[in-house]
């Protein structure tokens, strides 16, 4: 059974930093592509940084781009999301997702198990 266990949530003050991380168990996890995304209240969820198997190709919404960093540790089976110079509207609850198909997708429908999530706040 493919689990995956997102941790790093919390409350910060605006241009503050944090690092996300999500623990992955029951897929041989290498193979797979890995992505972020976030749910703001009242919104849709939308696509935060996507990284493939390998870390040579990794994505991230133009809202974060320059900010926010994924990475991955294939051997420790994680993912990562770290998180510098944040905003209020970075107030989210965030998701990691992997994808079996390998593409490093930007919509939710590219993949396939996801965590359940944990929150940040971020106060201005």
């Known amino acids: 059974q493919v689990r995956l266990v997102e941790s790093g949530g919390g409350v910060v003050q605006a241009g503050n930093s944090l690092k996300l991380s999500c623990a992955a168990s029951?897929?041989?996890?290498?193979?797979?592509?890995a992505a972020w995304f976030r749910q703001a209240p009242g919104k849709e969820r939308e696509f935060v940084a996507a990284?493939?198997?390998?870390?040579?190709?990794?994505k991230y919404a133009d809202s974060v781009k320059g900010r926010f960093t994924i990475s991955r540790d294939n051997i420790n089976n994680k993912v990562h999301l770290a998180m510098d110079s944040l905003k209020p509207e970075d107030t989210a609850v965030y998701f990691c997702?992997?994808?079996?198909?390998?593409?490093?997708?930007?919509?939710?429908?590219?993949?396939?198990?996801w965590g359940r999530g944990t929150q940040v706040a971020v106060s201005s």
């Open positions: 990284i493939s198997w390998n870390s040579d190709i990794t």
């Open positions: 997702a992997v994808s079996g198909s390998g593409a490093t997708g930007t919509t939710r429908g590219a993949y396939s198990h």
């Open positions: 029951g897929l041989t996890f290498r193979l797979y592509a």
